[in-house]
């Protein structure tokens, strides 16, 4: 979808179909939607009356055969109460008035920017908002049926009619159109089943999307097999492969900036968890086709941040396995060693995220990573104590972790620290070796934070846990049904603005 700013009235625009909004309150509208009121004799005016038109968020009303207007039909967005007004529902708004368009028929769609001229939002802010809640909410995975949502929009326009403000808007497109596509990206790669997306797969998938966003100046892509990876020592990460038929790929992307702090970037990619030996239940296990979601995530930041020039010193890592049960499968009772030597004992091969970050965390630490982040679909028990909404967050500095909080709310996700209490650590304690794999059900989101962090030795480190955020069985406003991509936006705008 081609996505332009024109500097105009919405009054002249010509096409099938313009966006407009409303407050929740408001009696009689003012700025372009109350233009379009007085176009359309106070009709806007008379639905508020009606109570038919209230501007609450969710709501959305078409009006048709508009004779003075030059588009057939107008789609009133509610924006519910203006106190309450974000970029959130920014996004939420323009994610559901382009469904309705695209519902409607409409090829040719106008749009004003909502909450930047009556609201109170920064207008480039707003403009991002909207293009990231428009190309999120179109997204459809049709890999292997036809489109579920019938015609295609050609062209989404956003109408601006102050000219000093039409370079900044249109910078912002860019901006939110990146961060969407890389989001895309991301839930591509999530839908993927993992017959089709497995750790050599995962692989190709990324070089072509390196060369498709034509950033293979900036992005270097290198992958280590089995065989390297014994040489580094990589036991833990090994352990969990060794019982699938698809051998593990070590994936790294490398953007340099040298005079940059190096951060390291990991994201969990379990291409299909069945739990191992200690197998899961059968009900459900479809969903743990999306236990890479970590990895397609960091992808996703990566692709986003070197299209948009990030001057980022990055280094991306994406430990693609696959959680099997075999004759050749680690087993519960197995010993493992680390790449920076400590030995684990295996008590349950469900618990194998840990111990594929683990080394991850150790490689990152041993190219001089002094920032690292991981996310990771690591815990039941996050899924439990924060639900669909919110991903958990942990680390072991202060200041890091507030930041990331807050600038998620510019990015409209949401996080919740969880303490790394150090007298759970004892859960972790083994009789055989250095510490267990898992320290049982209670507090599981915890202990696998205290697990990984057994791994960090001087980087300043952010764990994000993103078991119950990665999938949803519910579409809503900007996000269908399936995977989300939670994460990008936030890692984007926290490492952007490191
Ligand atoms: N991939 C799962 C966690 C998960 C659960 C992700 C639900 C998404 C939705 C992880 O590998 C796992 O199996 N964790 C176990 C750990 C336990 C064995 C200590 C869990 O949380 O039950
Ligand atoms: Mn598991
Ligand atoms: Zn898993």
């Known amino acids: 979808m081609k996505i332009s700013v024109v500097v105009k009235s919405i009054t002249d625009f010509k096409g099938d179909a313009i966006i407009l909004n409303i407050f929740e309150g408001t009696k009689s509208p003012g700025g372009a939607t109350g233009a379009v009121d007085k176009l359309l004799g106070g009709l806007i005016s008379r639905l508020i009356a009606d109570r038919e038109v209230k501007g609450r968020v969710g709501e959305v009303t078409v009006l048709h055969e508009c004779p003075k207007l030059t588009v057939r039909k107008v789609i009133l967005v509610g924006l519910g109460k203006k106190k309450d007004l974000n970029n959130e529902?920014?996004?939420?708004?323009?994610?559901?008035?382009?469904?309705?368009?695209?519902?409607?028929?409409?090829?040719?769609?106008?749009?004003?920017?909502?909450?930047?001229?009556?609201?109170?939002?920064?207008?480039?802010?707003?403009?991002?908002?909207?293009?990231?809640?428009?190309?999120?909410?179109l997204y459809d995975f049709n890999a292997y049926r036809k489109p579920?949502?019938?015609?295609?929009?050609?062209?989404?326009?956003?109408?601006?009619?102050?000219?000093?403000?039409?370079?900044?808007?249109?910078?912002?497109?860019?901006?939110?159109?990146?961060?969407?596509?890389?989001?895309?990206?991301?839930?591509?790669?999530?839908?993927?089943?993992?017959?089709?997306?497995?750790p050599e797969k995962m692989q190709k998938r990324?070089?072509?999307?390196?060369?498709?966003?034509?950033?293979?100046?900036?992005?270097?892509?290198?992958?280590?097999?089995?065989?390297?990876?014994?040489?580094?020592?990589?036991?833990?990460?090994?352990?969990?492969?060794?019982?699938?038929?698809h051998v593990p790929r070590f994936i790294v992307l490398r953007m340099t900036n040298a005079d940059k702090p190096l951060v390291g970037l990991i994201g969990k990619t379990v291409t299909f968890d069945s739990g191992g030996l200690s197998i899961k239940q059968s009900s459900g296990m479809g969903a743990m086709k999306t236990d890479m979601a970590g990895g397609a995530v960091v992808t996703g930041v990566t692709l986003a941040l070197a299209k948009l020039d990030s001057k980022v010193n990055l280094l991306t890592i994406i430990p693609a396995v696959e959680n099997m049960p075999s004759g050749s499968a680690y087993r519960?009772?197995?010993?493992?060693?680390?790449?920076?030597?400590?030995?684990?004992?295996?008590?349950?091969?469900?618990?194998?995220?840990?111990?594929?970050?683990?080394?991850?965390?150790?490689?990152?630490?041993?190219?001089?990573?002094?920032?690292?982040?991981?996310?990771?679909?690591?815990?039941?028990?996050?899924?439990?104590?924060?639900?669909e909404k919110i991903a958990g967050l942990m680390g072991n500095d202060r200041a890091l972790s507030d930041k990331l909080i807050e600038v998620s709310e510019l990015a409209g996700e949401k996080f919740w620290t969880l303490p790394l209490y150090e007298g759970y650590l004892n859960k972790l304690k083994s009789d055989v070796a250095d510490?267990?794999?898992?320290?049982?059900?209670?507090?599981?989101?915890?202990?696998?934070?205290l697990f990984l962090k057994a791994f960090v030795e001087k980087a300043k480190w952010l764990h994000i846990d993103v078991a119950g955020t990665e999938l949803t069985d519910k579409e809503s406003d900007y996000t269908p049904a399936g995977a989300t991509g939670f994460g990008v936006r936030t890692i984007y705008e926290f490492l952007s603005t490191l």
């Open 206 to 245: 990324i070089q072509m999307l390196i060369e498709n966003w034509g950033i293979q100046k900036v992005v270097k892509c290198q992958c280590l097999d089995r065989a390297a990876l014994r040489k580094m020592g990589m036991g833990a990460l090994l352990a969990v492969g060794q019982g699938s038929s």
């Open 89 to 137: 529902i920014v996004r939420r708004a323009a994610g559901i008035a382009v469904k309705k368009a695209r519902e409607i028929n409409a090829r040719r769609v106008g749009t004003i920017v909502h909450g930047s001229d009556i609201g109170s939002l920064d207008p480039a802010r707003a403009t991002q908002s909207l293009v990231e809640g428009t190309c999120l909410a």
């Open 148 to 198: 579920a949502n019938g015609q295609r929009i050609n062209e989404f326009i956003i109408v601006e009619k102050d000219p000093s403000k039409a370079k900044k808007l249109s910078n912002a497109v860019v901006i939110g159109q990146t961060l969407a596509d890389a989001q895309n990206a991301a839930r591509d790669l999530i839908n993927e089943p993992a017959n089709i997306l497995t």
């Open 332 to 387: 519960p009772g197995d010993v493992i060693r680390a790449m920076n030597g400590k030995t684990i004992e295996i008590v349950n091969t469900d618990a194998e995220g840990r111990l594929t970050l683990a080394d991850s965390l150790v490689y990152a630490e041993s190219k001089k990573a002094e920032i690292i982040i991981d996310i990771a679909t690591l815990t039941g028990g996050c899924v439990v104590a924060l639900g």
């Open 435 to 449: 510490l267990k794999n898992s320290g049982g059900r209670y507090a599981s989101a915890i202990t696998a934070g």
